[in-house]
């Protein structure tokens, strides 16, 4: 591919930009700009983390409306999901870190999930098997 002239100008422009930019502030700016760009590649990649999944009970019915609480064991930091009516749920924009989810519908068992290590830039897919709850309640209406 052959450069056109306006090209050139650009490219020549782009360089004495840089130039200027580096004889006005020398190598701090520089050095200050390189960090900067770096500090704001680090905080990006802080929070891409995500976790999601399915909650069903044992025979893989979905629960839908089920109440989901992930806390983060770190900084106690508590968030609070309800499964859609799919029975899915997810968390998004979570520091790469371990967490506690809590699942809670009623007529079932509360469901806790201790040391949930969440890795970033991973599928981090976890669903929920919930058991029937045992507690039965009996009604008596004397007439």
Do not use: C
Not at 25 to 30: F, L, M, Q, V
Not at 67 to 86: A, H
Not at 89 to 106: G, I, Q, S
């Amino acid at each position: 591919m052959q450069r056109t002239n306006a090209t050139e100008e650009i490219i020549s422009n782009g360089a004495a930009f840089w130039r200027k930019i580096l004889n006005r502030t020398g190598w701090a700016g520089w050095l200050a700009i390189t960090l900067f760009l770096l500090l704001a590649q680090m905080a990006q990649a802080q929070f891409r983390a995500s976790i999601q999944g399915v909650v069903a009970d044992n025979t893989g019915a979905v629960i839908p409306g089920a109440t989901l609480t992930l806390t983060d064991t770190s900084t106690n930091k508590v968030l609070v999901s309800t499964s859609n009516g799919e029975g899915v749920y997810n968390f998004n924009a979570l520091p790469p870190d371990h967490f506690t989810l809590v699942v809670e519908m009623k007529g079932f068992q509360k469901k806790v999930l201790d040391n949930v290590q969440l890795n970033p830039e991973e599928s981090n897919a976890l669903n929920v098997e919930l058991d029937i709850s045992a507690q039965t309640s009996t009604v008596t209406v004397d007439a």
